[in-house]
């Protein structure tokens, strides 16, 4: 529950090989309310509707971000593969579930250390210091998220 809201989400992405998204489905519960939303991209950056709708307002966006969720974190951290000190300015295809909206913004990353991404809204109203593992998949997200284990 959040902010009163109770919520629930179940999502599937799939990415090609360079972690690019080339299609993504969610089916999000808020309180008694159900959406579902699904794009396919076409590989070049164009995407599509389940109606067969080209979706201009996201053209040129390689990756999608899902509110509620760090793993969308770790699609563009593993498609950029930066260098340290090196950061890129990307165009996100953005889903907040519980603003119940969907739009591009444009979002920073900032490769820091080996395990650490600084993560950046443009115009910059939020920004984190992310944590991943070697694998790319975020393990902390301050005051978000945080990655446990439960053995047993």
């Given at each position: 529950?959040?902010?009163?809201i109770?919520?629930?989400?179940?999502?599937?992405?799939?990415?090609?090989e360079?972690?690019?998204?080339?299609?993504?489905?969610?089916?999000?519960?808020?309180?008694?309310?159900?959406?579902?939303?699904?794009?396919?991209?076409?590989?070049?950056?164009?995407?599509?509707?389940?109606?067969?709708?080209?979706?201009?307002?996201?053209?040129?966006?390689f990756?999608?971000?899902i509110?509620?969720t760090?793993?969308?974190?770790?699609?563009p951290?593993?498609?950029?593969?930066?260098?340290?000190?090196?950061?890129?300015?990307?165009?996100?295809?953005?889903?907040?579930?519980?603003?119940?909206?969907?739009?591009?913004?444009?979002?920073?990353?900032?490769?820091?250390?080996k395990?650490?991404?600084?993560?950046e809204?443009i115009?910059?109203?939020?920004?984190?210091?992310?944590?991943?593992?070697?694998?790319?998949?975020?393990?902390?997200?301050?005051?978000l998220?945080?990655?446990?284990?439960?053995?047993?």
């Amino acid at each position: 529950m959040y902010n009163n809201i109770i919520y629930k989400i179940d999502y599937l992405i799939k990415t090609n090989e360079h972690w690019e998204t080339i299609s993504f489905y969610i089916n999000a519960q808020l309180n008694n309310k159900t959406q579902v939303i699904s794009y396919q991209n076409d590989g070049r950056g164009n995407w599509v509707t389940d109606g067969g709708q080209i979706a201009e307002e996201f053209s040129g966006c390689f990756d999608v971000d899902i509110s509620l969720t760090p793993f969308t974190n770790t699609l563009p951290i593993n498609r950029l593969r930066l260098p340290e000190k090196k950061e890129k300015i990307i165009k996100v295809f953005y889903v907040d579930i519980l603003g119940q909206e969907i739009k591009a913004v444009h979002q920073k990353y900032t490769r820091l250390s080996k395990t650490d991404y600084k993560y950046e809204n443009i115009p910059n109203d939020f920004e984190a210091t992310i944590s991943v593992d070697e694998a790319g998949l975020v393990i902390k997200y301050p005051q978000l998220f945080k990655r446990e284990f439960v053995i047993g």
